[in-house]
């Protein structure tokens, strides 16, 4: 059975700093890539960072510089550490995780980001 699992939201206000975290259990082996997305109040859901097995990693343009996605050693955990946070990084933050031997994209239940003074 597979579970995608956030943590790390909160309060911030900005340019301050969180740490997101997230685990995926499951048949980890098989696990291709994992990111985090995110989706503001009346905004679609956007890629913000994603991160592939071979460590290949992408942003979205909004974020570069000041986020950054590593993977713990497990290679089925990840983190999004976000620096000099912005009013327009409030959103629900959400972690995927996508295993080659289902083929399919997993999601977490979401955390939520706020920065505000």
């Known amino acids: 059975q597979v579970h995608v699992v956030e943590s790390g939201g909160g309060l911030a206000q900005p340019g301050g700093s969180l740490r997101l975290s997230c685990a995926a259990s499951?048949?980890?082996?098989?696990?291709?890539?994992m990111g985090w997305y995110r989706q503001g109040p009346g905004m679609q859901r956007e890629l913000v960072a994603a991160i592939t097995s071979g460590g290949n990693t992408n942003y979205a343009d909004s974020v570069k510089g000041r986020f950054t996605i590593s993977r713990g050693n497990a290679k089925n955990t990840v983190y999004l550490q976000m620096n000099s946070l912005e009013p327009e990084d409030t959103a629900v933050y959400y972690c995927?995780?996508?295993?080659?031997?289902?083929?399919?994209?997993?999601w977490g239940q979401g955390t939520q980001v706020t920065v505000s003074s």
């Open positions: 499951g048949s980890i082996f098989s696990i291709e890539r």
């Open positions: 995927s995780a996508r295993f080659a031997v289902y083929d399919r994209d997993y």
